[in-house]
């Protein structure tokens, strides 16, 4: 069983011909809405990829709420675990220029009453593998982090969005999972020393003794363990948009840890899922199955 606890939004997508600067108006090529969240399209994600997954989180009781959980439902992911809550749910207002990059601003409603008690609901056992962004109060995620070394369970922590005051807790997960931003930010706040980023990923395996996975876009993904240290190319795409590509690599790679693939082929799948999320627009949406997944690495 894969068990996220995370966030749950409504994505308000905006299609530019190139993202603002600060004070400027562009006008839009198109608008659509689409179930979002890191928690969420992640939970997602490893349902794609042939995992169960429980989610807990929570949502408002407003007209966002049906649509935010509608692919999750779908999906047959279970949701017991989400409340609602007297907040808004999550929504967030999202950018996507021609060249697929894009630009985020949240606003955290419900996701932001996910509380430690929550994880009451989750209970997480050993063989199970916990999965956590930091979407929701940073408390919880470190509570989640206690709750699943106590219980036996393997834990996949995503550092997005970066948060210095996390550095601390970022070693207590088995695998983090960071963009190349958040891990040139974390050396920073961990004091990391290396010629290079992959000298700088050895130096934090070997400070905390625990695994970190650095995704590069198009250029792949890196791993450091205490032991090895593996490097996984991307497909070769041209992406329409890569809003939750990351969510889908972590999906992926907690569904691949969760059925017992050896790391190198947890990422590779992993990776080539992110890649494919690149082809089509919006988070979850874009999110391939697993038999997508196999053709491409074929
Ligand atoms: O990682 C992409 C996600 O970030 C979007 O779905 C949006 O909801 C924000 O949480």
């Keep these: 069983m894969i068990v996220v606890v995370g966030s749950i939004n409504l994505d308000m997508i905006t299609t530019v011909g190139r993202l603002p600067g600060p004070g400027e108006t562009v006008r839009g090529t198109g608008f659509a809405t689409a179930p979002g969240g890191k928690g969420a399209n992640q939970a997602l994600a490893a ?64 996701n932001d009453s996910v509380l430690p008690g929550d994880l009451s609901r989750a209970a997480p056992k050993k063989g199970d593998v916990v999965l956590l962004q930091q979407e929701i109060p940073l408390a919880t995620v470190q509570a989640a982090l206690d709750a699943a070394a106590a ?57 905390t003794g625990r695994a970190i996975v650095v995704t590069l876009g198009g250029d792949g993904v890196l791993a ?25 690599f972590c999906g992926y790679f907690a569904a691949g840890l969760g059925a017992g693939l050896p790391l190198r082929e947890a990422l590779e799948r992993a990776a080539a899922a992110a890649s494919l999320a690149c082809l089509k627009p919006g988070a979850q949406p874009a999110i391939p199955l697993a038999t997508e997944v196999a053709a491409a690495l074929k």
Excluded at 158 to 166: D, I, L, Q
Excluded at 180 to 198: K, Q, S, V
Excluded at 224 to 233: F, K, N, R
Aim: glycine share 10%; hydrophobic share 50%.
């Design 151 to 207: 219980a036996g369970a393997m834990t996949v922590l995503n550092t997005a969005p970066f948060f210095a005051e996390t550095a601390g807790h970022l070693g207590k997960a088995d695998f983090a999972v960071a963009n190349e931003t958040e891990f040139d930010l974390y050396c920073e706040a961990l004091a990391l020393a290396g010629d290079d980023r992959a000298a700088r990923m050895r130096a934090y395996a070997r400070k």
């Design 224 to 248: 450091a363990t205490p032991d090895e240290m593996l490097s996984v190319p991307a497909l070769k795409i041209v992406p329409v948009d890569t809003v939750g590509a990351g969510d889908t």
């Design 47 to 110: 349902a794609r990829a042939g995992a169960a997954v429980r989610m807990i989180g929570a949502v408002g009781k407003d007209s966002f709420a049906a649509e935010a959980l509608a692919l999750l439902r779908q999906g047959g992911v279970n949701l017991s675990g989400v409340r609602e809550a007297q907040s808004a749910t999550g929504t967030a207002a999202i950018l996507v220029d021609e060249a697929g990059e894009n630009m985020i601003a949240l606003a955290p409603g419900a």
